[in-house]
């Protein structure tokens, strides 16, 4: 009877414990997957910082995920060519930053990304009477044949490395 009585004391602490212990973490989500078919382009995930605006027909746009930061990083997909031109892709943007009222050319710089060669482009100017920059990644389509341009325009600020971290994150979410 004592043994009996000792095993059930030993069963019923052993279950308090178990009740008592600290639950299991829930699994971390799963990325969120962003495809558009007609623009060809698949994300495998985004910044936290990012959030997609719109996702329909040849429109893929994100905007910052904190609704009192402005922004829009738009994905642009070139027509089929042969020898697709990313230096005159940076030229060309150059030129229209030039072309802007009170438009400063920032410079460009060649990056190395999954896809092969890349390129970011970076200027400011006013639109609508307030300062504006503007930062492009060009890259060949994932599909080769046509040029990839990622453009993020945000109001001109303090936050202009952070703005392009994040554009080169999205870089890296490219499948």
Known sequence: MTRTTSTLALLVMTTI??????????PPP?????ENAELGVILGGLPDSL????NEG????LAPADELTEGSLTFEV????????L????QEHQAGIEAMPEGQYQGAQELS???GVAFYS????VADGAATEETIVVLIHPTGDRMLTLRYRYPAANDSAARVEELIEVLSYLE
Do not use: K, M, W, Y
């Open 17 to 26: 414990a178990l009740s008592c212990a600290a639950p299991e973490p829930p």
């Open 113 to 115: 990304a999954d896809f």
């Open 87 to 90: 230096v005159a892709a940076v």
């Open 58 to 61: 040849a429109t893929l746009e």
């Open 122 to 125: 970076r200027g400011r100017f």
């Open 30 to 34: 799963e990325p969120t997957r962003i």
């Open 51 to 54: 959030a997609v605006a719109v």
């Open 78 to 85: 070139g027509p089929q060519q042969i020898g697709v031109n």
